[in-house]
């Protein structure tokens, strides 16, 4: 028997481990068996709250730091992507060790605690944003979380569909949210926006089921927690020292570093350089969402299905370029929803890397393996606004809104309207030169230690090491 077929054979057991024990009262709590529908509605329930502060967020930034917009943006994000990628294994881990469940409640929760400062005190609200990245990691934990009810040939298609709704929940949220605002205020929206973010709330702590009982926990086995794998600088060092994770991680910072810039000054940069109105804006949020709903579940399986895993991953990124060189030397609005239709096709980069990640990770080091990827991306929403912001400042591109708090089209005179987005095109060409090098299907060496991993008396993958012993690399062997 091959090392490949050994493998799913163990995976399918230790899931079906799992189904075991649930099915017997290894969790009382929760609504059914663990699902990735549980998982999906946390995600929708969470974005869509902040969706409908998108008009809002933009009014009160200006208002509050009416110099220098996009650089106080740029340095409010800095702050809250760099604490998430200190804290993404860290809730990484610890989800692995004490389960899936109360770290999703702890996520959301102060991933929504800002939305009510928004009218009570807007310096506040920028200051709880900015610490609120400790905990700003829900999509680590949501992908754990769906590695363990899901196998290997399911995953892709699973994570297609969590990012999905993710795109769903900017489909209507932002255009309600401007709607409301316009009518009845924003104080209207900000109440709608923390009441949706209470439901989440609820939701998790009433209907969703742990996903990882804890007779299938190391600490149940008297495994001492690996503080090594909290750490985000040892897992850096970790990641050198594997060919492949480490391709893996440059991929994923070139290519996400633009896309966290871009998302936050893209939608003022439509306004005020491009002349979209805020219906506008919100029509083109909701086309965009729409087309990456598809983008993201039917074209993501079976492109996955037909090319494979590594050229899913090349195919996003290159439609991904093409995307961010059309921002840039785009100078019509017609030119912004033509490469808007670009985008959603790119946006099948980020769950066909997660697969991989999934694909190549043992099944009680999805937490750490989610973990790292999504710590890498939270180092990334912090330099991608602030770089943006920086780039649009040295080439003179004026996006402070005028005195009287109206929106008038920027003039457009020089050869790139937008120079951040070339920037952008460029640092996502070099990850695609990048991913070029990473294997479709990984083999990693052996590791030092594994043999007395699988040998020991009880036979448990989650035997604790002696003391000195090699620690092992994330991710593991795989052949599909």
């Known amino acids: 028997m091959t090392q490949s077929k050994k493998k799913k054979r163990a995976n399918r057991s230790l899931l079906l481990a799992k189904k075991i024990i649930i099915k017997d009262g290894g969790t009382a709590q929760g609504f059914g068996a663990p699902s990735v529908y549980h998982a999906v509605i946390v995600i929708f329930l969470e974005f869509f709250a902040w969706g409908l502060l998108t008009a809002p967020t933009l009014v009160v930034l200006h208002e509050t730091f009416p110099k220098h917009t996009f650089l106080m943006n740029g340095l409010i994000q800095g702050v809250k992507g760099l604490l998430s990628f200190l804290s993404a294994p860290l809730i990484g881990a610890l989800s692995d060790v004490w389960g899936r469940k109360s770290f999703l409640l702890l996520t959301v929760f102060f991933t929504c605690a800002p939305i009510p400062l928004m009218k009570i005190s807007p310096w506040w609200y920028f200051a709880v944003i900015s610490v609120s990245g400790v905990f700003a990691v829900t999509f680590s934990v949501v992908f754990a979380y769906v590695a363990d009810i899901t196998q290997e040939h399911e995953r892709s298609m699973a994570y297609g569909l969590v ?45 969703v089921p742990e996903s990882l009982p804890e007779k299938m926990r190391p600490a149940s086995w008297g495994a001492p927690i690996s503080w090594e794998q909290a750490d985000p600088f040892a897992s850096l060092r970790k990641v050198g020292q594997d060919s492949t994770v480490l391709l893996i991680c440059i991929t994923v910072f070139l290519s996400y570093l633009p896309e966290a810039g871009q998302y936050s000054s893209f939608f003022l940069y439509l306004r005020q350089i491009m002349g979209f109105s805020p219906e506008n804006v919100a029509a083109f949020i909701a086309v965009l969402g729409l087309l990456s709903i598809i983008a993201q579940t039917v074209i993501l399986s079976l492109l996955m299905r037909s090319i494979g895993n590594k050229n899913t991953i090349l195919l996003g990124l290159g439609f991904q370029i093409l995307q961010l060189a059309w921002y840039g030397f785009g100078s019509e609005p017609w030119m912004m929803w033509a490469a808007g239709a670009v985008a959603a096709m790119s946006s099948i980069t980020f769950p066909a890397i997660s697969a991989l990640v999934s694909r190549t990770a043992e099944p009680d ?60 095109a460029c640092s996502v060409l070099l990850a695609l030169l990048v991913a070029l090098f990473i294997p479709e299907h990984p083999h990693l060496g052996p590791r030092p230690g594994s043999w007395k991993k699988h040998s020991s008396p009880h036979g448990h993958p989650h035997s604790p090491q002696p003391p000195g012993e090699a620690k092992e690399p994330l991710l593991q062997d795989t052949n599909v």
């Open 365 to 424: 080091q999805q937490g750490v393996g989610q973990g790292m990827v999504t710590g890498i991306r939270g180092l990334c929403n912090g330099l991608g606004p602030a770089l943006y912001g920086f780039i649009f400042y040295i080439f003179h591109v004026e996006l402070d809104a005028p005195p009287d708090g109206t929106v008038q089209q920027g003039s457009i005179t020089s050869i790139i309207p937008g120079p951040p987005f070339l920037f952008g």
């Open 163 to 207: 990012s999905a709704t993710f795109a769903a929940s900017l489909v209507t949220s932002p255009a309600i949210g401007a709607y409301l605002g316009r009518v009845y205020g924003d104080g209207l929206v900000v109440v709608l926006a923390s009441a949706i973010a209470m439901l989440d709330i609820c939701f998790i702590l009433v209907a």
